[in-house]
């Protein structure tokens, strides 16, 4: 009965791994890839309800490279490039070097 109890919690260890680092579905789009990069934050109550506008392009590997974050929030700017800088996206028609721009704004 040990060997079983310790399989099973060994089986369960295994199975509740975090999927944070997990590669975004090809089924996704890009805003919904970038959303998920963003979603958990420790951002402090004061940013709730701020936009940014992010400026972005796509390198050969499929990685998000933040050209430019227009915010007057110090604390968002730094959060987003941080969050999203070399971020491999799963996205199947792409031209490398192509700017997107998506609008980001935190809510609670």
């Known amino acids: 009965m040990l060997v079983a109890a310790l399989l099973l919690s060994t089986g369960s260890i295994f199975a509740n791994d975090s999927k944070k680092d997990a590669k975004p579905s090809k089924t996704e789009?890009?805003?919904?890839?970038?959303?998920k990069f963003l979603n958990s934050?420790?951002?402090?109550?004061n940013n709730l309800g701020h936009e940014a506008q992010v400026l972005?392009?796509?390198?050969s590997?499929?990685?998000?490279v933040v050209l430019s974050v227009d915010t007057d929030q110090e604390a968002l700017e730094?959060?987003?490039?941080?969050?999203?800088?070399?971020?491999e996206v799963a996205i199947t028609d792409f031209e490398e070097g192509k700017k997107y721009t998506v609008?980001?704004?935190i809510t609670s």
């Open 41 to 45: 934050n420790n951002l402090k109550e």
């Open 29 to 35: 789009n890009l805003s919904e890839q970038i959303g």
């Open 103 to 105: 609008s980001v704004r």
């Open 56 to 59: 972005f392009m796509l390198n």
């Open 78 to 87: 730094g959060f987003i490039k941080g969050r999203l800088n070399y971020q």
């Open 61 to 64: 590997d499929k990685e998000i």
